[in-house]
């Protein structure tokens, strides 16, 4: 509350009293709102933060006939949060659509459903809730949406999904926005998606203060970074600190607002397409890079530093590895930091390249391995890369060398599954499986597997994460189906899905610790859930549009020269 005896002179216009200067003596007043009558005039107080104010002033606003004062948190009353998700990551070269359909198979929650959601989850968005309950703010969710990673964003869904969250901000009342956002958006109307967002904030409210949390692989670009106040990436990969993360950029804007800091942002971003299998935070050179990133964070003055890897898969002018360092009033010191992290990432470019390994030597060598289970990627048919997970080159050449044991997860096939739920559990059936999606952007055509198997088990697809990362998240694969064919079972499903939580074999009757290989169609999240029981990892290169083979792709937007497409490039700080 307002100490006693604090006095605010409020200029008023109400267009019924003379223009006139009014003393509140504001120690009578015990509540957050109180009103009173001043020449047939109401005015109501709002002692709640004003954006971009601090200590005690105190501005007003006119509706109508009533005149809305509103003061900084700092001194007390509430505050208004504006809290939103909106995160997918474009591959430019899927064939796979994204339309609010897919949003809204993945998750897609709107107005009180997204607390119900999201509260106790894993997402920068339940951090975003808890610090202002901790504050005992009101927060507006007017949207919270995911989509699995596809193809461009469709104009309608774009323009559906940010219209939710411009629409609630061009209502008024809030003092700052927290967003939960991914940084490899690429939609129909504007390949930078984040930074179309944030500039339409800006444009409703300049002055807002916002903070805004990002994925490690987000593309970003200077629009981003000058249309938000305080930006924070993920440190980890698989993504295990989302809701950490969404803490530290929530609590330096709360900061910020309430005077204790004033954050300033230096960013930059190197002539490096980084491909996502050396990004694994567990692995040089990304591990010790964001390493190093904390060791920034320890320097005086230095409130979060953030490294991206960025995302390969996107024929946009701006991709590549970047970094921002938000610093407290110090904008030589959040330079240095950035230039620091920027200089060892260029020196070890060349690690930051998958070197490739021919499929058959890659199978043999895991057949050599005298212990289980061994993962192997299928990670040119990522689905968390925007594969369209019906790729079956791999599942084709491990048939061909005769492994078996082998759990798969998951290939994409709606009606595969809808074949082996009119047949049920237990029959036997002759099914031409995967293979249904054409990739003009690799000159990959359709090319189904016939195989001759039995139904295992039917599901609906559903199940609660308990694992690492999205912990506590519903998940759902739609109806799902196990076949089994020459020694190798195979969780198909109806909506794509990335296998990094165990529950994709555990909810549909496979113990994965049991089994001798895994065959995960996944890059580095797969670790998540699965890094623990693997005795092994080995990627496979087989087809599809998440391929790590740059000569595959024709990349016609994408700013030149940039390494390692062009082995010259140059940088300097």
Not at 239 to 257: C, K, N, Q, S, V
Not at 328 to 333: F, R
Not at 516 to 521: E, F, N, Q
Request: hydrophobic share 45%.
């Amino acid at each position: 509350m307002v100490p006693a005896g604090d006095a605010a002179v409020v200029a008023v216009d109400d267009g019924v009293t003379d223009d006139m200067a009014i003393l509140f003596d504001l120690s009578a007043f015990r509540h957050n709102v109180a009103s009173l009558a001043t020449n047939g005039t109401a005015i109501r107080f709002d002692i709640s933060r004003h954006a971009g104010e601090c200590g005690r002033n105190l501005a007003w606003t006119r509706r109508r006939s009533r005149i809305t004062i509103r003061g900084n948190a700092a001194i007390g009353g509430s505050m208004r949060i504006l809290a939103a998700m909106l995160k997918h990551e474009t591959n430019t070269f899927s064939p796979v659509p994204t339309d609010l359909a897919r949003f809204r198979a993945w998750g897609l929650y709107e107005g009180e459903a997204v607390p119900a959601a999201y509260r106790g989850t894993n997402h920068p968005l339940a951090a975003y809730l808890d610090l202002a309950e901790a504050h005992g703010a009101e927060i507006v969710t007017p949207v919270a949406a995911e989509a699995m990673p596809s193809g461009l964003v469709q104009r309608e869904a774009y323009e559906y999904l940010t219209g939710l969250i411009l629409e609630e901000l061009a209502r008024g009342g809030f003092d700052c926005a927290m967003l939960d956002l991914h940084g490899a958006m690429v939609a129909e109307p504007d390949w930078d998606g984040e930074g179309g967002l944030l500039e339409a904030m800006r444009r409703i409210a300049p002055d807002l203060p916002i903070a805004v949390t990002l994925d490690m692989h987000g593309n970003i670009t200077e629009r981003v970074v000058e249309n938000c106040t305080v930006l924070v990436g993920y440190k980890t990969y698989p993504h295990l600190d989302m809701a950490e993360m969404g803490r530290r950029a929530g609590t330096i804007l709360l900061d910020a607002m309430a005077g204790r800091c004033r954050p300033v942002m230096a960013y930059g971003r190197l002539p490096l397409l980084a491909q996502t299998l050396r990004m694994g935070t567990a692995d040089h050179p990304m591990g010790p890079l964001q390493a190093m990133t904390k060791d920034e964070e320890a320097r005086p003055g230095i409130l979060a530093a953030s490294v991206f890897g960025g995302f390969p898969m996107a024929d946009i002018p701006v991709a590549g590895l970047s970094a921002i360092v938000v610093a407290d009033g110090d904008e030589a010191a959040a330079r240095s930091s950035r230039d620091r992290l920027l200089a060892w990432a260029w020196e070890e470019r060349e690690e930051f390249v998958y070197r490739h390994e021919p499929i058959g030597a890659a199978i043999a060598r895991a057949k050599g391995i005298n212990d289980a289970p061994i993962v192997l990627l299928d990670h040119a048919d990522n689905v968390g890369s925007g594969g369209t997970s019906d790729s079956m080159v791999v599942i084709r050449e491990l048939i061909a060398q005769n492994v078996e044991d082998v759990a798969v997860a998951a290939v994409w096939d709606p009606p595969a599954v809808q074949a082996m739920i009119a047949a049920g559990p237990g029959a036997t059936l002759t099914l031409d499986l995967g293979g249904r999606t054409e990739m003009p952007s690799i000159g990959a055509r359709p090319e189904p597997l016939r195989v001759t198997g039995v139904v295992r088990s039917v599901s609906d697809g559903e199940w609660i994460v308990r694992g690492p990362m999205y912990t506590g998240t519903r998940v759902t694969t739609g109806p799902t189906a196990v076949f089994e064919t020459a020694g190798i079972r195979i969780v198909v499903t109806t909506h794509h899905h990335e296998p990094w939580d165990a529950g994709i074999f555990t909810n549909n009757g496979i113990d994965p610790r049991h089994c001798r290989y895994l065959l995960l169609k996944s890059r580095i999240h797969y670790r998540a859930g699965f890094a623990a029981l693997a005795k092994a990892h080995i990627t496979l290169d087989g087809v599809g549009v998440t391929t790590s083979d740059n000569a595959i792709l024709r990349f016609d937007r994408l700013e030149r020269p940039i390494y390692p497409l062009d082995p010259d490039a140059a940088w300097s700080p």
